[in-house]
């Protein structure tokens, strides 16, 4: 049974072992991105790869392929973090600010400050150096949170005559259910007759009951859309794409297969991937006056479609999050005689699907029925099957430390700080250049 005291050792040795070896990892992970490694795997970017083959959340593998590269143009942050003197901690905070022209004056910092310290002294530092830069708009963009008590959280962002065009929609949608009567419920229920103007407040909470609010007109608005009232037209014909097929679609590549209304030009896998899940209308002949149509058909039935979003949620293809614009992929295509049935379909993202029919991609089955997706190369990319990591971990990073040549110990990492008050204005005057000298005032003054 280990004492306090030798518990703390315990953990700082370990943790500087994990940092060391976690240098190594995010090195690897630079050359494998430079390398365009999870490419040829299918994988839609780095972070894509590793949130799927590492089991990192998306967020976290985009920082730590952020990190990884920009340790590459950072050489003694990268050392201080390879011989253990630096935590990934910090190591993350100084390659948000760091050059190559203050990474020395940065690295002194670090070995001397704490990790939360560090943190908000450079997150002070990267503010005080955009003071005098032209602001850069914000990226538009539509967020969902889930909140505690059950509420979701829709945050946009838009550009300004954008956000106004939505608002006036939602206080028009507003009007437009106040002025749909309501049931009556006798002479004492009857709301006192007001404008829908009158007393209200769109950025007020307490709007009156009588009234739609704001986010009233927000539901209101998307269930108007949803119900087939999306402007002129016939709904969903609209906004069809329209491929004539002028030749055998089972042609080889390279053959014209089909052709947009402007006439560009599809190859037949092009016209295969599009035709996956579509509506077709058969026509024969010359002329308008010869010319029948049939009925549609090959489109995903909407009982087979609820069917397959229950069963496969998102895109099938390894490590892909997309849960959203999906296509329905035939595995045998429907050309070849494969049918419209729940066992010969699943989903996959438009990037996905593209691969499977222009990128040389294929689709097998495993002994026990599993979807493997087979490279060019013929390596299949399939769900990596959890192992066991078994002996004592500290004695294998010793073993690994000693073999790269690592003097470890719990000390190894541990900060300069004195434990007194740090001030953090004058440390991020003096980084930007603008405070007192460095012999002037101590930075934990």
Request: aromatic letters at 6%; one cysteine or more.
């Amino acid at each position: 049974m280990l004492t306090v005291e030798e518990l703390g050792e315990e953990i700082a040795t370990l943790s500087v072992y994990l940092d060391a070896a976690r240098h190594r990892l995010l090195q690897c992970i630079r050359q494998f991105d430079e390398s365009r490694g999870w490419g040829a795997q299918g994988a839609v970017s780095c972070a894509h790869w590793l949130a799927w083959r590492i089991g990192l959340d998306l967020g976290t593998a985009r920082e730590k392929a952020r990190v990884a590269n920009a340790l590459g143009q950072l050489p003694k942050i990268d050392e201080a973090l390879r011989v253990g003197k630096l935590s990934y901690a910090k190591v993350r905070a100084l390659t948000r600010v760091a050059t190559a022209a203050n990474e020395a004056k940065l690295l002194d910092l670090a070995l001397a400050a704490t990790g939360a310290q560090l943190e908000r002294i450079c997150r002070g530092y990267r503010g005080a150096m955009n003071q005098d830069r032209p602001c850069v708009p914000e990226d538009r963009s539509v967020r969902r949170r889930l909140l505690p008590g059950g509420m979701v959280k829709l945050e946009i962002v838009l550009s300004a005559d954008e956000a106004d065009l939505v608002l006036r929609a939602v206080d028009c949608a507003r009007e437009i259910s106040a002025e749909t009567p309501a049931p009556e419920a006798g002479p004492a229920s009857e709301p006192k007759q007001q404008t829908p103007h009158a007393d209200l407040s769109a950025e007020t909470p307490g709007e009156s009951p009588a009234w739609p609010s704001r986010p009233d007109g927000v539901v209101a608005l998307a269930a108007h859309y949803l119900s087939g009232n999306r402007g002129q037209g016939t709904g969903a014909d609209r906004y069809q794409v329209m491929v004539h097929v002028d030749q055998d679609p089972l042609s080889p590549d390279g053959v014209l297969a089909a052709t947009l209304e402007d006439g560009t030009a599809l190859s037949a896998e092009t016209f295969r991937r599009i035709a996956c899940d579509c509506a077709l209308v058969a026509t024969a002949g010359d002329d308008a006056t010869s010319m029948t149509v049939g009925r549609r058909t090959r489109a995903i039935p909407p009982a087979i479609r609820r069917a397959l979003q229950l069963r496969d949620h998102g895109c099938r293809f390894p490590g892909c999050t997309h849960t959203r614009f999906l296509h329905g992929h035939h595995v045998r295509h429907w050309l070849h005689g494969g049918e419209t049935s729940l066992a010969n379909l699943l989903l996959l993202c438009p990037f996905h699907h593209h691969l499977i029919h222009e990128g040389g991609w294929t689709i097998d089955r495993d002994d026990d029925g599993n979807w493997l997706f087979v490279a060019p190369t013929g390596d299949h990319v399939a769900h990596p099957e959890l192992e066991a990591w078994e002996g004592n971990i500290r004695s294998c990073l010793e073993e690994w430390a000693e073999k790269h040549s690592l003097d470890l110990g719990p000390d190894t990492n541990e900060p300069m700080w004195d434990g007194t008050p740090v001030d953090y204005e004058w440390t991020v005057a003096l980084l930007a250049g603008g405070g007192a000298g460095e012999s002037d005032r101590c930075p934990h003054a």
